[in-house]
C-alpha cells in the first residue's frame, strides 16, 4: 500500500507464504509518522539443548484474527497516537532462520511504537491460538505452549 496518508490501519496476514519485513514496514509508513517499530520472530536452531530443524505452526483463523484485533483495539487505546499496525503470521513450516512473526506500528514518535510493538508481541504469544510444534533433528516433536499463554493458566474467561 503505497497511500501513506490513508486513515489509520489495522492490518493481518496469516499465511503459508515466507514472511517480508519489507512488505511489512512499507504497510505501515505513514507521512505524519517518525517511528516504525518493528519486531521479528524467527525459528532458532535449539531448545533446551535439543537442535532445532523446524517449527510447525497452526492456527484457528476466525478466532486468531478476531483476538488480534481486540489487542488491536487495546493498543489504539493505551497509545492514542500509534498510526497503523500490522500482523503477518506464518503457519505451516517455518525453517531456522525465516520469520514466523513481523509486527511492525508505526506513531510520530518512537517510544510509542517500541511499546505498542512490545506489548502486541506478548498479547499475541498469550491470547491468539497459534499453536507451535517443535520439529528436533532426532525426528523427535513437541507441541510447545507459550509460556505467556493465558488460557493454559486458567486465567482467560
Sequence with gaps: MNDHDRGPQDLIKLTHDKLSAGAVSEDVLCASCGAVSMFIGTTRN???GKKVVQLEYEA????????????FSEIRERWSTV??????????????TEASVIIAISSPHRSESLDAVAYCINAL???????????????????????ECLWAEGMLK
Design 46 to 48: 535449539n531448545f533446551e
Design 60 to 71: 484457528y483463523i476466525p478466532m486468531a484474527e478476531s483476538q488480534l484485533k481486540k489487542i
Design 83 to 96: 498510526r497503523h499496525i500490522c500482523v503477518h503470521h506464518r503457519l505451516g513450516v517455518v525453517p531456522v
Design 125 to 147: 504469544k498469550a491470547s491468539v491460538p497459534i499453536w507451535k510444534k517443535e520439529v528436533y533433528e532426532t525426528e523427535d516433536s513437541t507441541w510447545k505452549e507459550n509460556k
